[in-house]
């Protein structure tokens, strides 16, 4: 799918709310320890940077998400599919991604329904903020809708793989091989001068 | 509610749907979902959403992706490498010589980052090459590098810790003052072990190092000192009472931050890699620990709490032979499974025997992290195990499987103390916190 322009126009808005997430997280640890020198001198308290903080966790999981569907990096137990033969191992790659899609549609479907209650009753937190729950929870769905969206999307190039080219379905939604999972845990990590620098592939 | 054979059907669904390879994820929200539309009906199915809402919107949880972001700004800007240098200088005179220098950086790298998967990355990375035409025996060069790798999440500030004081609702700040101890504990056995079999096979221990002069050791020991105070300032504002976990893990990030510029190594780039990184692990972890509490949530609607205790009680299993009979479980499970599906696939099913059992909360989720690190540890599943070997490129995985055996038999040893002796986890939390 990474020739798909349209894939891989959504990939990079996956990309860019992951960044965007990054540079937040930044910005309240900085502000975090701002209050904290603040309080501590004097005895002066900025409310609500909790709030923000808890707000902050729910959105950026929900964004990272689909960056790490994208990644295959959710977590699966691969100790008997490795030993499986590689019809049968399609077979379960493809019903993993499907049961997967099945659960991210219907997170995003239950989520939708969270934050449309929170407009209905025009919902406010009950901290001293008082923010209107719709703000962080439309941040939060979208998350959750990008996830619902490449999860299907994905489920769907599985199933077409599964008539076609079993090999292919099994590289692209299979779990992650050994070097693609050491590249992902120390991609861009550069250790040492006379250290090997290429750890992946 | 429902009873103890319904409750080990559920159970048994949950690690057949895990075996055939579907994502941790769907099974655990699917095990929760086929639960609430047998017994309880629609509404329950239908809160998945609030839950989703309410595992993720959590203060404390914050510190996840902070700890994350804190180690990978750190490994990325420089810190480790001149760390183990540094180490080197002080650890090289024991017997066992380069050994143990895997053990103590692995075990202050774990300490900031979070990852022992990482952990046995980047130090395999840097500590392969340093072995090479020393003479070591391959085999323990590699099962120091996994023992310590394995120490990542005993040593706060760890996921582990956090995702169970989430399940369980007991203090983080707690569970990180316990883990303290027995990580300590545990690295001094490991390093004994090293030193026990370099005294008894002076051969596997390589060639004896001529030590460096005190000048330079002195002028790298500043490397040193750089990861060291992110963990003194972390660990000290919690244990102080100045910041609550996630502000002292923001103040990490802001003090690794600051490390990573004197480097010379903070840019762009580097952050924005450091972003992504974050984000896919600390994306796997809160995907997984929502689903759990969605069936933790119908655990608990279910009864499976009051059925357990029951069956605890009429057991009457004193609580050292309960533990033992769960490390014995989680031993066999740990084969198979990886740190954090045992640990949010099984603390629904196990707490409510525990506590029932009178046990300790928080000596308990000492006991289930350690589990974890067994469980990293032992072949032929544990993920740092393949990491080491495919960082070395050379030789046989069964190389890396012996050199673990030594010091799996240390974590026994650790499982022992900390059975038999409560105090070693739960000394620190009181003395900080009071009873």
């Not at chain 1, 939060?140 to 008539?163: K, R």
């Not at chain 2, 990030?253 to 480097?263: G, I, P, W």
């Not at chain 2, 903070?266 to 997984?288: D, E, G, N, P, Y």
Request: charged share 10%; with cysteine; proline share 5%.
């Amino acid at each position: 799918m990474d020739d798909n322009r349209v894939w891989r126009g959504f990939s990079a808005l996956v990309r860019f709310f992951t960044l965007a997430s990054g540079w937040w997280l930044i910005a309240l640890s900085v502000v975090t320890c701002f209050e904290m020198a603040v309080r501590k001198l004097f005895s002066f308290s900025l409310q609500g940077v909790d709030e923000v903080g808890a707000y902050t966790l729910a959105v950026i999981s929900a964004f990272g998400f689909s960056y790490a569907l994208l990644m295959r990096g959710h977590t699966r137990v691969d100790f008997l599919l490795s030993r499986l033969p590689v019809r049968l191992q399609a077979t379960l790659n493809t019903l993993a991604m499907a049961t997967l899609a099945a659960v991210a549609v219907f997170a995003a479907w239950r989520a939708w329904a969270v934050l449309s209650e929170s407009i209905e009753f025009d919902s406010h937190s009950t901290s001293p903020l008082q923010t209107p729950l719709w703000l962080p929870q439309s941040l939060w769905f979208t998350g959750y809708l990008l996830f619902a969206i490449a999860a299907a999307t994905m489920a769907a190039h599985a199933c077409w793989l599964l008539t076609r080219d079993h090999a292919r379905l099994n590289r692209v939604y299979g779990p992650p091989t050994l070097d693609e999972e050491i590249e992902a845990e120390t991609g861009g990590i550069r250790i040492g001068a006379d250290a090997p620098t290429e750890t992946g592939r | 509610m429902i009873g103890p054979l319904e409750i080990a059907i559920g159970f048994g669904l949950m690690l057949v749907l895990m075996f055939m390879g579907l994502h941790v994820v769907t099974v655990m929200a699917g095990v929760a979902m086929i639960g609430a539309v047998t017994y309880l009906g629609t509404p329950v199915v239908f809160a998945f959403g609030t839950q989703l809402w309410g595992a993720t919107e959590d203060y404390v949880l914050l510190s996840i992706p902070l700890y994350i972001l804190l180690g990978e700004i750190l490994v990325r800007g420089g810190a480790t490498d001149r760390m183990y240098a540094s180490l080197s200088d002080w650890l090289n005179p024991l017997p066992g010589g380069l050994l143990h220098t895997n053990i103590g950086s692995s075990a202050l790298f774990s300490a900031v980052s979070g990852s022992s998967v990482a952990t046995a990355a980047t130090i395999s990375t840097i500590a392969l090459p340093a072995f090479r035409h020393r003479g070591y025996d391959q085999r323990l060069v590699l099962g120091s590098i996994a023992a310590g790798a394995s120490l990542g999440n005993l040593i706060p500030p760890g996921i582990a810790f956090l995702v169970y004081g989430a399940m369980t609702n007991t203090s983080a700040g707690r569970l990180y003052a316990a883990g303290l101890l027995p990580g300590a504990i545990m690295t001094v056995l490991f390093m004994a072990t090293i030193a026990l079999i370099a005294l008894a096979r002076p051969k596997l221990a390589g060639v004896k190092e001529p030590d460096a002069p005190m000048s330079a050791k002195l002028g790298r020991l500043v490397h040193l000192l750089a990861p060291l105070f992110v963990f003194l300032v972390v660990m000290g504002s919690i244990y102080t009472g100045w910041a609550t976990v996630s502000e002292s893990a923001a103040l990490g990030v802001v003090c690794s931050l600051a490390v990573a510029a004197a480097y010379r190594k903070l840019t762009v780039k580097m952050l924005h890699q450091s972003f992504l990184a974050t984000a896919r692990l600390t994306a796997m972890s809160l995907l997984i620990l929502a689903a759990a509490f969605y069936l933790n949530f119908v655990l608990g609607l279910l009864g499976v709490t009051q059925s357990l205790s029951e069956v605890v009680k009429s057991i009457q299993a004193s609580s050292a032979v309960l533990l033992w009979a769960l490390a014995l479980f989680y031993l066999l499970l740990g084969i198979f499974f990886e740190t954090l599906p045992m640990l949010v696939g099984t603390v629904p099913i196990v707490f409510p025997f525990v506590t029932a059992a009178g046990i300790d909360p928080v000596h308990f989720g000492v006991f289930m992290v350690l589990m974890c690190e067994i469980s990293l540890l032992s072949p032929p599943v544990g993920m740092t195990l393949y990491v080491i070997q495919g960082v070395r490129r050379e030789g046989s995985i069964d190389e890396v499987f012996q050199g673990t055996w030594p010091f799996l038999l240390s974590m026994v040893a650790m499982t022992a103390i900390l059975i038999h002796v409560p105090q070693t986890a739960l000394w620190l939390p009181n003395l900080f916190f009071g009873k």
